[in-house]
């Protein structure tokens, strides 16, 4: 899988910058063509002289060549490049890329990179905890990098072990799963539904409900990720909820009658559906024009029922069509998520329950089990990214 990749490898200042010489032999023998690019703190760590040893080229650190003045061009290299791994990569390296500090060649060409960028995080685990290199590396995940790390992911909210690097095999064979799976789903079309519906109560006011997005985003980039052509049907989420990926087209929405119309109008065209969203059940049966005044007696508000968007769908499915769907609960999990199952016609379900710590709505973390006709798989606590892989893989076997 690694035959012939040209991999961009940025090295920064941490004790586990030795352990970038055992990523570079691995990725040569398997074919990859490897330039190293390394920050001033890098150098203290280990010598350009190794690298070039190992890699046959030279190193990249300076934006001129102290010995002939050339310049090296990071615009270049982003477009040379087949990927991009940076191990290890700092705290101060990981806050740069979020903020766009451009003040060394690495920097630069992380910012000119088209090709997918890997980061392997190494530093001691204070620095790791704290809120900002968390919101930092929320934020590089967010951009569509990818973050590797030993277990669960860096959002899994036990943090023994953390910001220890990631093993060198362990980040070789992350990179090899991406080439594997990067054109794998290629001329799919998904659609996704994400996010929470709001039902108007008055102009100022709603039914909605606690869904971030996480969940139906980390699906959209993860199929976009594989090659294909996503529509991302997305409720009222925050505005820092962003899609970067030139496959994913984004339809904004706020009810769940909205929500029906998009998905009835994509889905005929689609290969797959993967439903998402937490959908309103009910709607206020009529909805106020003026703000609704406070008075002194109750207020009752009539709901009516919602549209079913996934029995719709899952009622036209075609042969050739797959539908996925989402069954959020709080107790007889596995019952209640089989007769979804069965009624709106999924070819499978996942299930996540808001027992399970670190699983459902907001967290970055989520707990699944998919349950099919045939029988069900349980998966460990993991970041919301590892378990829209996890989904895609099942998808995939469909
Ligand atoms: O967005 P996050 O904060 O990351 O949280 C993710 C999540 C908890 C919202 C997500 O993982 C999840 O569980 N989504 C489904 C929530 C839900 O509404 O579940 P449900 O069991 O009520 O619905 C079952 C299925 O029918 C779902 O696929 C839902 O999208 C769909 N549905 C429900 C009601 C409705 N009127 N129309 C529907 O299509």
């Known amino acids: 899988m690694l035959q012939g990749k040209k991999i961009v490898l940025g090295i920064t200042g941490s004790i586990a910058a030795y352990k970038s010489c055992l990523i570079i032999r691995q990725l040569i023998k398997k074919g990859a063509e490897v330039q190293v690019v390394i920050t001033p703190a890098g150098k203290e760590f280990i010598t350009p002289i190794t690298l070039s040893a190992l890699t046959s080229k030279p190193v990249i650190s300076d934006f001129f060549s102290q010995r002939d003045g050339t310049w090296h061009s990071h615009v270049d290299l982003g477009l040379w490049a087949d990927a991009m791994l940076i191990a290890p990569a700092t705290a101060s390296t990981i806050g740069k890329m979020a903020h766009g500090v451009a003040d060394n060649m690495l920097i630069t060409t992380y910012l000119s990179m088209k090709a997918p960028v890997f980061i392997a995080p190494a530093m001691d685990l204070d620095m790791y905890a704290h809120p900002s290199t968390q919101q930092n590396l929320r934020t590089l995940q967010a951009y569509g990098n990818h973050i590797i790390e030993p277990g669960t992911g860096f959002l899994a909210s036990k943090l023994e072990g953390k910001g220890r690097m990631e093993e060198p095999e362990n980040i070789v064979s992350s990179l090899e799963r991406f080439f594997a799976q990067q054109n794998s789903l290629a001329g799919k079309k998904i659609l996704i539904t994400a996010g929470p519906t709001y039902e108007k109560i008055d102009p100022v006011r709603f039914i909605g409900n606690y869904s971030s997005g996480k969940m139906g985003f980390a699906l959209a980039n993860e199929c976009a990720n594989r090659g294909a052509q996503v529509e991302l049907v997305c409720g009222p ?6 899609v970067h990926s030139p496959n994913i087209h984004r339809t ?5 009658t909205q929500m029906l119309e998009a998905c009835q109008r ?25 703000k609704i005044k406070r008075t002194g007696d109750d207020m009752v508000i009539r709901l009516k029922p919602n549209p079913d968007i996934a029995a719709s769908l899952g009622q036209t499915k075609q042969a050739h069509q797959t539908l996925v769907g989402f069954a959020l609960e709080t107790n007889d999990e ?3 998520a089989q007769a979804k199952l069965k009624k709106k016609n999924f070819d499978f379900i996942v299930l996540n329950s808001l027992k399970d710590e670190g699983a459902g709505f907001r967290t970055d973390t989520n707990k699944i089990t998919i349950i099919t006709a045939n029988g069900k798989t349980e998966y460990p ?11 895609i893989d099942q998808l995939a076997l469909l």
């Open 237 to 242: 989420v925050s505005a820092s909820m962003q």
């Open 252 to 256: 904004d929405i706020e009810s769940a």
């Open 266 to 290: 994509l889905f005929p065209s689609m290969d797959s559906a993967i439903l998402c969203a937490a959908v309103a059940d009910y709607a206020p049966e009529t909805t106020a024009t003026q």
């Open 334 to 336: 596995e019952s209640n």
């Open 381 to 391: 606590l993991k970041s919301k990214s590892e378990v829209a892989k996890d989904i």
